[in-house]
């Protein structure tokens, strides 16, 4: 079986891809700490562009961040609407002034919750799409996340290949005995279902058993050299700049 | 030549009650290739996990002089590597080369040693182009291998097979053979295949219904067809199959 899902552009080659898993997730937790401190809308359209340039430097398909963006936006806008009419509520005198109010308080509430959701996404995206899920672990146990947390984390990324490998084959031995593609009768869902699951724990059994007999004890051992590199000092000083420069902006405004 | 494994009275029962493994003793010389035969259900992959303590029955077996119980777990898998009939439930991390280090790791390697004889394996076992793919990515051949150098990497001083031929085009078993020969470690075939365990094993045990029928060279085996046929393993109907086409077996 050949599924890629997880780690379908962590193999590309970019200067995002090539900096240390950890200046990846550091930077990406603050950057997410700043953009949700900021409101005013020209220091968020600094830090979107930051975001989208880092997405095309990344070279991962503009599609994929598009694809999530579009899967966001619902709620995104939903969740805004929601601020929106509790700020109305608020300042039930703004909304019945002029139409001119109204667009003010529409521009100054809703367009920055968007825009942080939508920054927060390209940058989340951005990193599990350019860092291996393995190297995000390593860094988050670095970074001293709790090791529960990272080995149950690996766990789950084993396994889930393994449940679809075994989806992939029960559907296959379904459809090559049934002429039409969907399940037609409720009863054999139950049947596949519980078929999937004592297939896929028989073969967790096993996996288990072949991680215990190359020494396993409880821990994902580390499998990965990293060390800062002068990239990771450039991407550090860039981060400051772009920070300071819209500090700068804010104060001029 | 000394032993490496020795295997007095061993029992095992499955939680459900079936009795996989009744009596078995064995002797195992340090460096041959020793094969185990039995049909399906014999207990052939039961008694190979007992071989670095995955599973623990009653008995007794001694690994290069040391017992196979919990406290000599950690060392008893270092010197007993199990290779798995599917290669697909040996191979877990995301690229090969993760999957050949996790051993090493465990073992207590430093990232160093673990780059420089993981690197080491792949030349040696013609898999470098491989190491950073994904085990999901590979045909099952390359998989048997990758599964394979897992093991070998850790260095043990015996190595288990289980099926090492099973869904194998002939190109891949002559090439697993040929590293299976090449090994300078004892080396235990579990298989169900007769004519290939017989070509290249030192001594053969014959397994059927959790007891060992017999032990012997592979021509006493191979001579004995009255034992084979009981046990289900009855090779000359397949050399009755070529005889059509000009070829005698024993002419040949």
Known sequence: MKHDFIDKYSTLDSSVHRLDPRTKVLFSLLFLVIVTSVAS??????????ALVLVIISKVPIHFFIEKIMLITPLAFLFSAFIYISYLIEHSRSFSISMFSIHYSVLDTIVPIVMKIYISVLIVTLLVSSTRFNDLLWALRKLKFPSIVTTLSKLVYTYIFLFIDEMHRTMRAYRSRTPIRRISRIKAYGSITAGILTRSMNRSEYIYKAMM????????PE???????SLDIIALFLFLAIIILEKFISWKM | MENVI???????????????????????????????IGPTGAGKSTLLQHLNGLLLGN?????????????NEKAIREKVGIVFQNPDDQLFCPTVFEDIAFGLYNMGFTSREVEEKVTAILEKMNLSRLRELSSHHLSFGEKKRVALATTLVMNPQVIALDEPFANLDYGNIMTVIDMIRQLPITRIIISQDILLALSICNRIALLDKG??????????IAANTHILKNAGLD????LQLIRPWGFDFHKN
């Open chain 1, 41 to 50: 809308i020209p220091s968020l359209a600094i830090y979107l562009l930051f």
């Open chain 1, 213 to 220: 007999s190359r020494g396993f004890s409880g821990e994902f």
């Open chain 1, 223 to 229: 499998c990965r050299i990293n060390r800062f590199k």
């Open chain 2, 6 to 36: 020795e295997i007095s009275n061993l029992d095992y029962s499955y939680p459900d009650g079936h009795r996989a493994l009744s009596g078995i003793n064995l002797e195992i010389k340090k460096g041959e290739i020793f094969g185990i």
């Open chain 2, 59 to 71: 008995g007794e077996i001694i690994i290069d002089n040391l017992r196979v119980e919990k406290k």
């Open chain 2, 211 to 220: 007891k060992i029928i017999t032990v012997a060279q592979p021509e006493v």
């Open chain 2, 235 to 238: 090779y000359t109907p397949y």
